[in-house]
């Protein structure tokens, strides 16, 4: 017999670096999740990764107090930032430049999110990053 779902929940955990203290601890907590397990199993699966990357989690938790996780790529935003060596993006950003990106870098991040975007292939993906690059201010040469 499968398993009865009770519900499903997202967090944004840095990678590898999953701990049993707010906010995962009493989010995980009040839903009657194992907090402990939680954090072995995301830290084993995001080691990986590199360190303190936020990674998007969907946990999908039972009846028989057992739950699921399926960990995404990290925000494109974040991987912008990264690239054009930024601590954020642009107070104004049709007007200003917060700073600046290379089309090949583009690809790079496009590549690397291919799996978590809604997109066919990679040109379609870099436009989606396009956006997300013009929205928060950078300027892509």
Same mark, same amino acid.
Not at 8 to 11: A, G
């Given at each position: =017999? $499968? *398993?009865k779902l009770v519900g %499903? =929940? *997202?967090?944004q955990v840095p990678a590898g670096q999953a701990n049993p203290s707010p906010p995962?601890?009493?989010a995980l907590g009040q839903r009657g999740i194992n907090i402990m397990e939680f954090c072995k $199993?995301? &830290? $084993?699966k995001t080691a990986d990764m590199e360190q303190g990357a936020p990674c998007p989690t969907v946990i999908t938790y039972y009846q028989d107090k057992s739950f699921t996780m399926d960990i995404k790529t990290p925000?494109? %935003?974040y991987y912008l930032k990264k690239a054009a060596n930024l601590k954020s993006g642009a107070s104004a950003p049709s007007r200003e430049v917060a700073g600046t990106v290379t089309a090949a870098q583009v690809k790079e991040i496009a590549e690397a999110k291919m799996k978590d975007l809604n997109? &066919?292939?990679i040109? %379609? $993906?870099m436009q989606i990053i396009l956006g997300s690059a013009r929205s928060m201010g950078i300027e892509v040469k």
């Open positions: =017999m $499968a *398993k %499903s =929940m *997202k967090l995962v601890g009493p $199993a995301f &830290n $084993a925000p494109a %935003s997109a &066919n292939d040109e %379609s $993906a």
